[in-house]
């Protein structure tokens, strides 16, 4: 079996098997053996959390001469899978630019206008559709193509947020939304990409706060120890411990998530509290919010408006 081409890890395959992605793909072959399948969609969903299953589950369908149904084994479907099969092109950003080029753009338009090599379609998958990587001049490039592709071509482009695609390719296109898993199946995305037990996963996803991209990402196979250590210093920072409030900063920089994971520490404690203590951590969570807004505007770091933050929160008490 030959390498994967593709430009995502093997574990943005796992979603094919959850529900609502299945569901939503069985409805799109309904579409399509009717003849009613949209020639450009937009799948819309977080990067790794089911949207580059879901185009290569279609693609592949879309493609394959055997079943043309979900999950298909034979040998096309196979090599859709890995990002080899002649009749399905995923553009992504190339390993040494920042955007999808106007070169790439325009070989996508010279590729597609030709007709299916083995398979019953061709099929484009943009990794990203957003702007930026999917440069302005790139995506005017593929805008004639995208309004109405050859009746032999499907495109699929793939957004974590529809206001980040331009006006224009979103106007030519139907968005799908991929629905979120199932808890047990998110554990077990997060247990194949932390590479931890199950029972482990579910204790990363609720020190998440169920934040799917946070648990998932680097650093996310840390996130209960670090917020345990978090709620610690909080702790001792709004009780007057300046190197504590000094260290409560520090590990917050450092966290993945930041601020998030130490807001939810912070309503944790007052939680557990109670009364007017629980008052000041309250407070400290919504100066650290506030704080976390102004750095994204403005940005400042992490580290100094959080020490800023909790310092007034402490100096309240
Ligand atoms: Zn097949």
């Not at 702007?131 to 490039?141: E, H, I, M, V």
């Not at 109405?148 to 974590?160: D, R, S, V, W």
């Not at 504590?244 to 930041?258: I, N, S, V, Y």
Request: aromatic share 2%; with cysteine.
């Amino acid at each position: 079996m030959s390498t994967s081409q593709l430009p995502w890890p093997s574990s943005a395959l796992l979603p094919a098997g959850w529900a609502g992605v299945r569901r939503l793909l069985g409805r799109c072959l309904e579409l399509h053996a009717a003849g009613a399948l949209p020639g450009t969609l937009m799948v819309v969903g977080a990067p790794g959390l089911g949207r580059e299953a879901f185009a290569l589950e279609l693609a592949a369908a879309l493609v394959c001469r055997e079943a043309g149904a979900a999950g298909c084994p034979c040998a096309s479907c196979e090599r859709v899978r890995r990002g080899v099969h002649p009749d399905v092109e995923v553009v992504a950003v190339a390993a040494d630019k920042a955007q999808i080029s106007i070169e790439q753009a325009h070989a996508v338009v010279a590729n597609i206008a030709q007709l299916p090599y083995e398979g019953r379609r061709r099929v484009v998958i943009v990794a990203d559709g957003h702007t930026p990587p999917l440069g302005a001049d790139a995506a005017s490039a593929l805008l004639k193509t995208l309004e109405e592709p050859p009746a032999h071509a499907t495109f699929l482009l793939l957004a974590g947020n529809p206001r980040r695609v331009l006006p224009t390719i979103v106007s030519r296109s139907v968005e799908l939304r991929i629905p979120p898993p199932a808890a047990d199946e998110l554990a077990a995305l997060v247990a194949a990409v932390q590479r931890c037990s199950g029972g482990r996963a579910a204790e990363l996803v609720t020190a998440a706060d169920g934040d799917a991209e946070l648990a998932l990402r680097d650093g996310g196979d840390t996130l209960p120890e670090r917020a345990r250590a978090i709620e610690e210093l909080a702790a001792a920072a709004l009780a007057g411990d300046g190197l504590a409030l000094l260290r409560t900063a520090a590990a917050l920089a450092d966290a993945p998530g930041g601020a998030g994971l130490a807001v939810a520490a912070l309503l944790r404690l007052a939680a557990r509290t109670g009364g007017d203590g629980a008052e000041a951590f309250l407070d400290a969570a919504a100066a650290l919010l506030a704080a976390d807004a102004r750095r994204a505007v403005l940005h400042l770091d992490l580290e100094s408006v959080a020490v800023g933050a909790l310092a007034q929160a402490a100096a309240r008490r």
